[in-house]
T-cell receptor, first 114, second 115 residues
Framework: AQSVTQPDIHITVSEGASLELRCNYSYGATPYLFWYVQSPGQGLQLLLKYFSGDTLVQGIKGFEAEFKRSQSSFNLRKPSVHWSDAAEYFCAVGARGGYQKVTFGTGTKLQVIP | DGGITQSPKYLFRKEGQNVTLSCEQNLNHDAMYWYRQDPGQGLRLIYYSQIVNDFQKGDIAEGYSVSREKKESFPLTVTSAQKNPTAFYLC??????????????FGPGTRLTVL
């Protein structure tokens, strides 16, 4: 079974600074990878996903993520954070072959300070 | 606009009561899911349904029940057997993923509190 780890529970960055949120997965083959964002009291919104091909994936709101097979990672990045990016971010991994559920990480809460 | 609606947004339950959370989608998706979210634990899968009249238990199905009589609807009942039901409940849907997991689209959630 697959698993995903988000080692940072809480991150604080200054507005305008760069951001990197870490995600490590465990799966025996090439996984399907997702990043979602959740504002307080709301549902999750898909930021980006990796299924195959180019390992650098562009998403919405200026986010990107890079799949690194050798490091089993799928870190989320943004070059310049805006105050509206404050939210909780979830990495998720799905397996290939037949119906396979998507496993979510425990989330990283991002605080943006002016 | 296509999307997923959940109602109510807030729900209060007395101990020993069953309550039903509504989830409706107009995305024409075959698959639907229920997750429970607790602080620091991410999302945990309760039940999922790949097609009408069929559903499967997820990781934490005990104390919950579902039905899938219509493609658009996937209600979740939290029964009195669920000992710690206070949580945020999220419904999601996706196109059918027979060979790979598909992108899930989420509703706005229902916060259930046991009094």
């Amino acid at each position: 079974a697959q698993s995903v780890t988000q080692p940072d529970i809480h991150i604080t960055v200054s507005e305008g600074a760069s951001l990197e949120l870490r995600c490590n997965y465990s799966y025996g083959a090439t996984p399907y990878l997702f990043w979602y964002v959740q504002s307080p009291g709301q549902g999750l919104q898909l930021l980006l996903k990796y299924f195959s091909g180019d390992t650098l994936v562009q998403g919405i709101k200026g986010f990107e993520a890079e799949f690194k097979r050798s490091q089993s990672s799928f870190n989320l990045r943004k070059p310049s954070v805006h105050w509206s990016d404050a939210a909780e971010y979830f990495c998720a991994v799905g397996a290939r072959g037949g119906y396979q559920k998507v496993t979510f990480g425990t989330g990283t809460k991002l605080q943006v300070i002016p | 606009d296509g999307g997923i609606t959940q109602s109510p947004k807030y729900l209060f339950r007395k101990e020993g009561q069953n309550v039903t959370l509504s989830c409706e989608q107009n995305l024409n998706h075959d698959a639907m899911y229920w997750y429970r979210q607790d602080p620091g634990q991410g999302l945990r899968l309760i039940y999922y349904s790949q097609i009408v009249n069929d559903f499967q238990k997820g990781d934490i199905a005990e104390g919950y029940s579902v039905s899938r009589e219509k493609k658009e609807s996937f209600p979740l009942t939290v029964t009195s057997a669920q000992k710690n039901p206070t949580a945020f409940y999220l419904c999601a849907s996706s196109i059918q993923g027979l060979a790979q997991p598909q992108t899930q689209y989420f509703g706005p959630g229902t916060r259930l509190t046991v009094l």
